[in-house]
């Protein structure tokens, strides 16, 4: 049997679970399954055809279950996510490596399970990716949940319980997604994609809606969409380090990669577009482009309120995946290629600054925004690192992700969504304010006296941030390379890509260059440089050397202001948190409480009389009527 | 168009933008006088000013990031001025468009925020959160402004935006066309330069001048050269969107001063607001005023 790429990749992956789990408590394991990371992504590059519109690569491996074919193939859709996949386990495996191990193992931590779920996650993601047909798609879809369960749940203790948390959730979502294939089976006798394409044509407004409704909930619970995205930032945040950024990186967007398939792929945009919601003007698509946006609001303003590196960036990660959903949705060239591109460079912006937030948290113990500051004279590089992330994320040149969101807004206009668009700003505006906050509070103000001693991050974690920094800045110099795979990838799911340029993109109301407006910006910068040295030296001074109204600071005055950070802002909005999604789920779970306890008094009173009563009325009730 | 007119221009832009900020400075602080029933400073006092700050002896700084803030500040709009086309030229405006230079603004109040957090002082900070604060506040009606010009002309790019207007004459300007969108976008602007009512996060009597409290020498002469580029670089900005730029340098400038002295004559009337009122202003009446205005050019 020869075997195909394919096979190959997802042979040297589970090769990679089996190494974890076998030698996973020798030593420098984390080396071997970095380096063998670094072998699947090798394999991956050799079907770098794909990404340039190649043929799709199917795995030799077929399955028959109860006369449904399962099978496995690749196409630019899957290599696209794929690589990031890849690439994002490749840099936080190498982040672990070293010092960040041995402290894990200091404080108790489990390396062998971590390394062990790490490479499952990267497994079982990769079988998902690599699905033929509706029935592998959902084989997939359960690994994946699982395998992230086990990598939340890691770290025990508060991890533990918000591992569990998710879980419920994705059980949830998995029997969503259940029911919808039952439906569709149902209707198309198949799972197979062809069989269900021509069966969406003849299907009812009815069973269309509850297809969306089912696969959308299903698969937006894992992407965290509205009114689904309450487990994900304590899961997330809470995972140990890498583990973390890798699933802040790219796990929530499995969920997206599905969406794509099943919605767009299968049932289609334009059928979606036909289905009304009665008495209103919106129909199915307009309902998912505002719960994307609603996505993008609330979870990006509970960011602002966090106190807590980890949890901040993680409720972003929330708000960032509804720039993805919408800009997909408009299902034009421009928004459809923003939505996908924003997938990477999201996926590099937020592994970035999770790794610099755990890079410190390594060398001062704590995420605390109330107990950092100034640590940009100890650790100078992290800085650089946590401020490229921070500028891609909040989607400001000269970084990657400004040119994502760029043509998300640029579609949203050429569509005449006036309030989609401002929606959109007012996530971005609300993303610099808690981004700015981060960045200040760690690593801006006052150095703390406890953090004098602090020094930069191991070699073994600067290097992964140092190339993920790069990676922001490139493929936001030259979003033309990205964008081909990207361009690639829409075609695979009926859409097409905008007219691609090196530098950006090519389009007759309004172009953008980046090359261009990265050098002026740069340029600028040399002047401003130029105008800024050449007026002489400047005294560098101690940072008590400061105006205090008069006083004199010592080293034992905390002279930095973190907590309540845009109070004024706070002010005004701070009644417009009601934690409405909280009360929804407190009462959804206390109904589930209540039923459960009325089903257990059923049982515990075990009132055989009363059971014989009322089976007997029920058999009479039967065979009178 | 060839290699070196285009260097030419990008070279232009920028250095006129500067001269022409720093007249509007002067201008800015001779309504002052008026209104404050003063004379007023001599003509090239800006530039006095600018040449004093950077020649200081004592230049005291807090650390790299302090320096690279105020670089960053002041090539941002250095850049800036390169997306913003003026009369017969138009740098490199068509490679990236309004949405682009709408970001591009917004670089050097990233590099002024991080400038002043390294700095290390609570008022600065402080004066930092509400700058960003107001930012959201303004932000907000500014871009339904933009969306509405944007989506009425067909285009993200300036230049046309910008030639349209001129070729069909004063009944195409955008004042006259979206009226109700120009007067949000002139109390947008207004709230922008961070001028009188809308001084928030300078509130000398609150955090001691905020942003600038550590900033001495060619610190402070780098937010000088800034606050140049801001006042042309907004006034600009409005010409060419609602007042259809300009056919010559003349009418360029005229219209270009006159915009920006309505929000100068109007600051220097008023006390300052409160954070949380700022946002409820500009959360309300341009938000309505930019929504009506949108809808009826949608």
């Known amino acids: 049997m020869i075997f195909s790429l394919l096979d190959e990749l997802l042979i040297f992956s589970a090769a990679t679970v089996l190494v974890a789990l076998i030698l996973g408590r020798g030593l420098a394991v984390g080396w071997m399954v970095t380096i063998l990371y670094g072998g699947q992504l090798l394999v991956l590059i050799k079907m770098a055809a794909l990404g340039y519109g190649g043929d799709p690569i199917a795995s030799e491996l077929s399955l028959s279950v109860m006369g449904q074919d399962l099978s496995w193939r690749f196409d630019a859709l899957s290599w696209f996510f794929a690589l990031i996949t890849l690439v994002a386990a490749l840099l936080t495996s190498w982040f672990s490596c070293g010092e960040w191990e041995r402290k894990f193992k200091q404080q108790r931590g489990n390396v062998w399970l971590f390394h062990l779920a790490m490479a499952l996650n990267v497994f ?347 990676t922001i800045f490139v493929t936001g110099l030259l979003p033309g390379i990205p964008l081909t795979w990207v361009s690639a990838a829409l075609q695979t799911i009926g859409l097409t890509g905008p007219e691609i340029t090196l530098g950006g993109i090519e389009s007759s109301s309004g172009s953008l260059d980046m090359i261009w407006v990265i050098g002026v910006l740069f340029a600028g910068f040399g002047i401003g440089a130029v105008i800024f040295y050449s007026a002489g030296p400047s005294k560098r001074v101690h940072q008590l050397d400061n105006y205090a109204g008069g006083h004199f600071l010592t080293a034992d005055v905390r002279y930095q202001y973190s907590d309540n950070f845009y109070s004024g802002l706070m002010h005004l909005i701070r009644g417009w948190y009601r934690g409405s999604f909280q009360w929804l789920e407190n009462s959804i779970t206390s109904l589930v409480e209540f039923l459960s306890l009325g089903m257990q008094g059923i049982y515990r009173r075990a009132n055989s009389e009363f059971y014989l009563l009322s089976t007997a009325l029920f058999i009479i009730a039967w065979v009178v009527f | 168009m060839a290699p070196i007119e285009l260097f030419i221009e990008l070279t232009l832009m920028p250095l006129i933008a500067f001269i022409v900020g720093m007249m509007m400075v002067l201008m800015m602080r001779r309504i002052a006088a008026r209104i404050q029933r003063r004379i007023g400073p001599p003509f090239f006092q800006p530039l006095y000013d600018i040449v004093k700050l950077h020649g200081k002896r004592t230049q005291v700084s807090h650390g790299l990031i302090h320096d690279i803030g105020i670089v960053m500040a002041m090539g941002g709009y250095i850049a800036a001025e390169t997306l913003l086309p003026v009369p017969g030229m138009n740098g490199i405006a068509e490679k990236g468009g309004l949405i682009t230079l709408l970001y591009l603004m917004m670089i050097p109040s990233l590099g002024l925020a991080l400038g002043v957090g390294q700095c290390a002082n609570p008022n600065g900070s402080i004066g930092i959160a509400r700058a960003l604060t107001a930012m959201l506040a303004y932000d907000i009606p500014l871009v339904i402004v933009i969306f509405g010009v944007a989506y009425a002309a067909g285009t993200t790019n300036l230049v046309e935006i910008i030639a349209t207007q001129q070729a069909g004459g004063f009944a195409t300007w955008g004042v006259v066309e979206m009226p109700l969108l120009a007067i949000a976008g002139l109390i947008a602007m207004h709230a922008s330069l961070g001028k009188q009512p809308f001084e928030i996060y300078i509130a000398p009597a609150e955090i001691a001048t905020g942003p600038m409290v550590e900033m001495s020498g060619k610190y402070l002469g780098g937010l000088f050269v800034m606050q140049c580029f801001q006042l042309y670089t907004t006034s600009v900005l409005y010409v060419s969107l609602f007042l259809g730029g300009g056919t010559t340098w003349f009418d360029f400038l005229i219209k270009s001063f006159l915009v920006l002295a309505i929000p100068v004559s109007i600051a220097y009337l008023f006390p300052r607001y409160r954070t949380e009122d700022l946002l409820r202003l500009m959360w309300k009446w341009p938000v309505i005023l930019g929504l009506i205005g949108l809808a009826f050019v949608m």
């Open chain 1, 124 to 470: 079982t993601m990769l079988i998902l990716l690599a699905s033929g047909d509706l029935l592998s798609l959902f084989i997939g879809w359960e690994l994946v949940s699982w395998a992230g369960f086990l990598l939340m749940a890691v770290a025990g203790g508060v991890a533990t319980k918000a591992a569990i948390r998710y879980i419920t959730y994705a059980v949830v979502g998995g029997m969503s997604i259940f029911g919808g294939i039952a439906l569709v089976y149902a209707a198309a006798g198949s799972l197979q994609y062809e069989a269900i394409l021509i069966a969406v044509e003849k299907m009812s407004t009815g069973q269309l809606w509850m297809l969306v409704l089912l696969f959308g909930s299903g698969f937006g619970i894992k992407m965290g969409l509205l009114p689904f995205h309450l487990w994900q930032a304590a899961a997330y945040a809470e995972t140990p380090g890498p583990g973390s950024a890798f699933l802040g990186a790219i796990s929530s967007r499995m969920g997206l990669f599905a969406i794509l398939l099943v919605l767009v792929k299968l049932f289609g945009i334009v059928n979606i577009d036909s289905l009304k919601i009665p008495f209103t003007l919106i129909d199915a698509r307009d309902l998912l482009a505002w719960i994307a946006v609603f996505t993008i609001i609330f979870p990006t303003y509970t960011a602002l309120k966090q106190n807590d590196a980890r949890y901040l960036l993680a409720w972003h990660g929330i708000g960032q995946g509804g720039y993805m959903l919408l800009g997909l949705v408009t299902a034009n060239s421009l928004g459809a290629a923003g939505g996908l591109l924003h997938v990477l460079n999201y996926a590099a912006c937020q592994a970035a600054l999770l790794m610099a937030v755990f890079a410190v948290m390594h060398r001062t113990g704590t995420a605390d925004l109330n107990k950092l500051g100034g640590l940009v004279a100890r650790m100078p590089l992290s800085f650089l690192v946590l401020l490229t992330g921070i500028i891609g994320l909040a989607g400001l040149p000269p970084m990657n992700g400004f040119v994502s969101k760029w043509l998300v807004y640029r579609s949203l206009l050429e569509d005449g969504m006036p309030l989609l668009f401002l929606g959109t700003i007012i996530g971005t505006l609300g993303t610099i304010l808690s981004v700015y906050k981060l960045i200040h509070n760690m690593f801006l103000g006052q150095l703390r006296v406890e953090h004098e001693q602090v020094r930069e991050a191991p070699w073994s974690m600067m290097t992964p941030m140092l190339i993920l920094a790069g």
